[in-house]
């Protein structure tokens, strides 16, 4: 509770602090105009601070939004299963609200979402109920520094925040413009939503204990056992390794995108490697997560009006 109470300070700060930046630089906002921007992306597979379920999880996603030419900006999305036997069902809608800023080579913003999955969804971010965080970037125009910081919302608050280092190659007039920006990043944070994850989605059965998890099986996500198909049996899921903040994954990407006047298209690749595997015990059995390099692809158009 401390840490929202702090963060919602922080956020209230930062977009105060930038409303004011907004009307002092009226020159470049009456150049600017709002919209909406609707638009379709294919998720290859949802794999989240690199994790990932054990089974593929592609979404086609829709999405709406209006951005207001002061920066501020409000959305929703929905992801729709793309490759299992339930293809076609809604996984997750995201109402989304932000802020962006950018003056010179300095850009920021601030950002909150709220999550509603199915329960049926196996995802590793299906138990986040919502998330709330900022960024900013400084070009160097040799390099451009990030990062980035979120509180998520599940069972409990984590924390994750993110380092990261680009150059863009920009070639075409601003009306119809090539972006290519080389990428990579390391993320670290804590882990309530994914032990819930492992609790309540991936396995899906009997009484959790240990270093923050408690409470029974809510029925959801694949309805399994270790083993497989879930015996009825009550069983005991024990966390062993603490919930600390931690390096969770480093990642490579190369963002391609496509901007004309009012529509265009982008297509990020990306590496995740994730590290520092959790440790658990089923009915006292000794278990280590096991934790695989992941390449998956985010590709999509979009129509601005």
Known sequence: MRRLLLFTTVL?????????????????ATKKK??????????????????????????????????????????????????SPEAGRIDEIALEAGYDYSKGN?????????????????????ELAGDAGAYFSYDLDFLKLGAGGDFLFSTGTDISVNFNLSHSFEMGPDSSKWTISPTAQIGAGTQSFYRAYYKNRKFSFGTTTGNGGNGSSHGKGHHTTSGGTSTGTTKTLTFLTQNQFTVLDYEASIPVEYEHKRWGFHITPVLAIPVNPMSYAIDGVLQKETLTNSFFADAGIYLKF
Do not use: C, H, W
């Not at 409303?19 to 020159?27: E, V």
């Open 12 to 28: 209230i700060a930062i977009l105060l602090f930038f409303s004011k930046l907004t009307f002092a630089q009226k020159d470049s």
């Open 34 to 83: 709002s919209y909406f921007k609707a638009g379709l992306d294919y998720l290859s597979n949802a794999v989240y601070s690199g994790r990932k379920d054990s089974s593929v999880v592609s979404y086609i996603k829709p999405s709406i939004s209006y951005v207001n030419k002061s920066g501020f900006s409000l959305g929703a999305e929905m992801s729709v299963l793309a490759n």
């Open 106 to 126: 300095f850009d920021a913003g601030a950002y909150a979402s709220k999550y509603f999955y199915s329960d049926a969804s196996y995802a590793v971010a299906s």
